[in-house]
């Protein structure tokens, strides 16, 4: 109580740790007596103080950590980690800001922009840091919901990084040089943006292939039709076709750019062909037999074409 009572004033951060280590033996000793019940209670506290301990350990300057760790701490659950998680907010825009304190330019395909406005580099800090946690090696564990919610949130700080840069935009008035360095800067965030909706895209693409032969189970969970699938495919095309007509647009093309756009056209050829055979499934479905053999063959032609290719 009393390292909460610290905890909530903003003080003393060396007692409050102290308070709270005590608090963490105190429950680990006694969650090695009593029935299962207990230990499980014990267990269970201990893991809730363990985010204050942390967070203590931050503001006295003895762990240095990133927004993306406090986020994950912040994920937890528990009845005592109310206070923590009110607290939280302020600190992971305190960090970003450090973080966007030292960010002076975004690069992008060889290209290096300046970012004079505050308020987008910290939108595209905080953008990079959700990123980092789509690409951890654990991300894979995390449920589909939960790396959506992810993307959802990755868009978000990009369009508001995008809304601060047009508002840049407006006032530069007929400052030619720094209008180039704002239009390039729209440009390499909004490329970037695109391949995360095209990753987004593509993560609803397994979703739905993992539903496809499933049956209604006792959930009666919603079975993917093969042209839902056909859908997914047009928009990751439409998404590819935008993508790389905004890499080529502009002047001075740099030689990763042509390469980023040979990537695109390759996995447009990839997207067309996996639409193809989804197509000829929902063809084959329907009993037309040979509609959906000529698009399987179709399918098999382009699939080759990918593979010669890579």
């Not at 699938?229 to 647009?249: E, G, I, K």
């Amino acid at each position: 109580m009393k390292g909460n009572l610290l905890f909530q004033q903003d003080q003393n951060w060396d007692t409050a740790l102290m308070n709270f280590k005590s608090a963490r033996a105190v429950y680990e000793e006694l969650g090695k007596y009593g029935d299962l019940e207990n230990q499980v209670l014990c267990r269970e506290r201990v893991e809730e103080l363990e985010p204050s301990i942390r967070y203590c350990l931050h503001k006295i300057g003895e762990s240095n950590l990133q927004a993306s760790e406090l986020l994950q701490i912040g994920e937890m659950e528990g009845p005592a980690l109310d206070l923590f998680k009110a607290k939280l907010a302020a600190v992971i825009a305190e960090a970003r800001s450090q973080q966007a304190a030292s960010m002076t330019e975004f690069h992008w395909l060889g290209h290096r922009f300046p970012i004079s406005n505050a308020k987008t580099r910290v939108a595209i800090v905080k953008a990079q840091e959700l990123e980092k946690d789509l690409h951890r090696p654990a991300a894979d564990s995390l449920p589909a919901e939960k790396r959506l919610a992810i993307f959802d949130k990755i868009f978000t700080a990009y369009h508001e990084a995008r809304s601060c840069i047009r508002s840049d935009l407006v006032s530069a008035g007929n400052a030619e040089n720094v209008k180039d360095d704002l239009n390039g800067l729209d440009k390499a965030v909004s490329a970037v943006l695109g391949q995360r909706t095209i990753e987004r895209n593509q993560l609803l693409v397994t979703l739905a292939k993992s539903k496809l032969t499933r049956r209604r189970d006792d959930k009666n969970e919603k079975v993917t039709k093969p042209e839902e699938l056909v859908r997914l495919y047009d928009l990751l095309l439409q998404n590819t076709a935008d993508l790389s007509d905004l890499v080529s647009s502009g002047r001075d093309t740099k030689l990763e750019e042509l390469a980023f756009s040979e990537e695109c056209a390759l996995k447009s050829l990839s997207f067309r062909a996996e639409r193809c055979f989804y197509l000829a499934k929902s063809y084959s479905l329907a009993g037309k037999r040979a509609e959906a053999y000529a698009l399987y063959c179709r399918a098999r032609s382009l699939a080759e074409d990918v593979l010669q290719k890579f």
